[in-house]
């Protein structure tokens, strides 16, 4: 669909969150619960897996301050990060013993909050490997300057974490969720010799880092609705209904009621089918845009059912599941402002 006859919109909307979290659960706690049992133990573990304590923090602040950002997006919760870091899971592969209800309790009048999301274990890994490849080298300088290839290495460093959290509820004294992500991402540099190709590709610590803040972020969308943008397309050009291109316009300097309105007309001049299917399909994404989904639904409908246009059918099966989640997202942010 996307040829130059047609435009694009961006739209913003709220996507649910992956759980309902009770809706009494409005002002949240954020604690660090990896603080290791015992510090000897952690650093010979960290040894061992080629992690250092200190840069392992460095990344769990990381990834509970994107929480925390990502959360704020959100008109979810009110976000509070606790002061203080508990012992739990640093290293570990599995979840240490829930906190007490007495603990979670405490905390949540120290903090005046109303349930508590702990990250209670996290590790990493960041592994490096390189091999030979051809690279482009450029030579020479001004007219004399030309590129060759010449014998090189491409170093390759891969970061991953594991992390779990849990989201406490002291009304309800229930764990509303208890979940392990896991984020990998992959660098690369090549230059002449392995030495240079390792000096240009990312350090460890700011890999581990990275990807404890995908973990975040991730996390985050779990248990908060998220605004997302969207792009749209809608039809800018006809040769046989001057409409269509008379109602793009209006959309493009955003004026979209104009634009409904010179669709609308332009229905009721002589067009081919096809036309006729893109003046109700640009009329579907007027009133998307205006924030109208029924109605919008219903011109999406029509442009396939009156003329047979296809792509009001999927259109209107995109409304349809829009819909559905914009009930999810009131259910999820009630009594919370929507």
């Known amino acids: ?42 650093i010979i573990e960290g040894i061992l897996t080629g992690e250092a304590p200190f840069e392992v923090k460095n990344a769990i602040d990381a990834t509970l301050a994107t929480i925390q950002q990502e959360l704020n997006t959100s008109p979810r919760y009110e976000v509070i990060r606790a002061r203080e870091r508990l012992k739990g899971g640093l290293f570990a592969q599995t979840f240490p013993q829930p906190l007490s209800w007495g603990q979670i309790e405490s905390l949540c009048q120290a903090y005046d909050a109303d349930g508590v ?36 290495i491409q170093a390759e460093g891969v970061a991953s974490v594991q992390v779990g ?14 979940g392990d992500f896991g984020k990998t991402n992959l660098w690369s540099a090549e230059a002449e010799t392995k030495t240079q190709a390792l000096a240009m590709l990312i350090d ?34 006809s040769k046989k209904n001057p409409a269509l291109g ?27 089918a096809k036309t006729s299917g893109k003046l109700c399909y640009n009329l579907a994404l007027g009133h998307e845009v205006l924030g109208d989904l029924l109605n919008a639904k219903d011109w999406a409908g029509k442009a396939y059912t009156l003329y047979g246009f296809k792509g009001g059918r999927t259109y209107a099966r995109e409304l349809d599941q829009r819909m559905l989640e914009e009930e999810m997202v009131r259910e999820q942010l009630a009594p919370a402002q929507y």
């Open 1 to 42: 669909m996307l040829f130059s006859c047609t435009k694009n919109v961006s739209l913003t909307r709220l996507v649910p969150a992956e759980i309902s979290v009770p809706n009494h659960v409005q002002r949240l706690l954020i604690l660090d619960r990896t603080q290791p049992e015992s510090q000897g133990v952690a």
């Open 117 to 152: 999301l702990t990250l209670e274990k996290f590790s990493s890994d960041f592994v490096v490997t390189d091999k030979k490849v051809i690279i482009k080298k450029q030579v020479g300088t001004g007219d004399e300057s030309k590129t060759i290839e010449v014998p090189g």
């Open 165 to 178: 959290f849990r989201l406490y509820d002291p009304q309800t004294r229930n764990i509303v969720d208890q």
């Open 204 to 237: 460890k610590v700011q890999a581990t880092r990275y990807v404890g803040q995908m973990a975040g972020a991730a996390y985050a969308r779990r248990v908060a609705p998220m605004y997302l943008n969207i792009n749209r397309s809608f039809y800018a050009k």
């Open 246 to 272: 008379v109602g793009a316009r209006y959309a493009e300097v955003n004026e979209w009621e104009n634009a409904i309105q010179a669709w609308e007309e332009g229905l009721s001049l002589p067009s081919d």
